[in-house]
């Protein structure tokens, strides 16, 4: 029969093994889910140019931003004006709960 130091000892050795397993199996998983989205988007480039997409040769990505106007130059934004006048503190008065 195993001593009680013993047997606690197993415990933990099991149950570190089985995260290690674990922790294998999700790598396997993540490193095949990382595979087959290369492949995926591989093959979707490949049907792309298939349809006479041609990637920009700049490598730039495209901007939502709106490009000002050749004739004009850009304005600076102007700063914000200070408040028309002092800040009054608020009142005094007790409210009732």
Known sequence: MPTTEEKPSDDVEK?????????????ALIDDLLRQKADAMK????????LGWKPDSTGRKKSHHKAPAAGTPAKPKAPAAPAAGPVSAPSKTKRKA
């Open 15 to 27: 149950v570190l093994s089985d995260l290690k397993s674990i922790e294998d199996r999700k790598q």
């Open 43 to 50: 093959a979707f480039d490949e049907k792309l140019l298939k």
